[in-house]
């Protein structure tokens, strides 16, 4: 079992206080237009090997969160006819509850002397540094994947082309109640020094 007594900070910053908020307790208000700029512009300060921003926004927010909700309800049930009514009303409402959701979408170049794989983490990071920009901004935030991010009629919908992939979405809006402490890794456990 892991210890779940959070180590105490060593330094006062915003980071000590890092978690997420679960997408059905995020409701309006989201970030306006001036916030949502600067969350992208922070977003896009990642590391990227060789400069070639293989990552791209698709915004999710209004009517069109339920309307992929309703096709995800339909989809839902072509991908497994059995599927129970509750888990088909869960992919109905997923997408309803923030008020804006961020698809984080990988440009992948395949073949290019920077690995497929410092591209994708370059995506990762984009993803972590939008839920950082959330906090930051006083929002609460959720990156969540779960079978739409893999589904390719759901890539369809989204408009990505052949290469490209969702690397998650990003649900931000305003906590509608305080979220518990997580239990956390001790980084202790987790260092080694190199020692040859
Ligand atoms: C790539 C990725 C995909 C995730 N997808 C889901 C998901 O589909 N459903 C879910 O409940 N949590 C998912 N999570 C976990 C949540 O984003 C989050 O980490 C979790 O709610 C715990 O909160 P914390 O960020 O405070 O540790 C995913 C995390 C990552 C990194």
Redesign the pocket.
């Known amino acids: 079992m892991m210890d779940i007594t959070p180590l105490p900070p060593r330094f006062d910053s915003p980071l000590n206080a ?3 908020t ?1 997408s059905r307790l995020l409701a309006a208000p989201g970030p306006d237009a001036d916030q949502l700029r600067q969350l992208l512009a922070w977003a896009v300060r990642v590391p990227d090997h060789g400069k070639l921003a293989p990552w791209r926004f698709v915004r999710i927010q209004g009517a069109a969160r339920q309307r992929l909700g309703e096709r995800l309800a339909i989809r839902g049930r072509e991908r497994d006819p059995s599927a129970s009514e509750a888990s088909i009303e869960k992919d109905r409402l997923r997408f309803s509850h923030a008020p804006l959701v961020l698809a984080v979408i990988a440009r992948l170049q395949a073949g290019h002397k920077i690995p497929e794989q410092e591209q994708l983490l370059s995506g990762g990071a984009v ?1 972590f540094a939008l ?1 950082l920009g959330a906090q930051e901004l006083g929002f609460g935030a ?5 079978w739409p991010a893999y589904d390719p009629e759901v890539a369809n919908w989204l408009g990505l082309a052949g290469q490209e992939r969702v ?2 979405f990003i649900h931000i809006g305003t906590p509608t109640e305080s979220v518990p402490e ?1 239990e956390r890794p001790d980084p202790d456990t987790l260092l080694s020094d190199f020692d040859p």
Do not use: A, D, N
């Open positions: 890092r978690r997420s679960p993803c839920l959720q990156w969540l994947t779960g690397l998650g997580r």
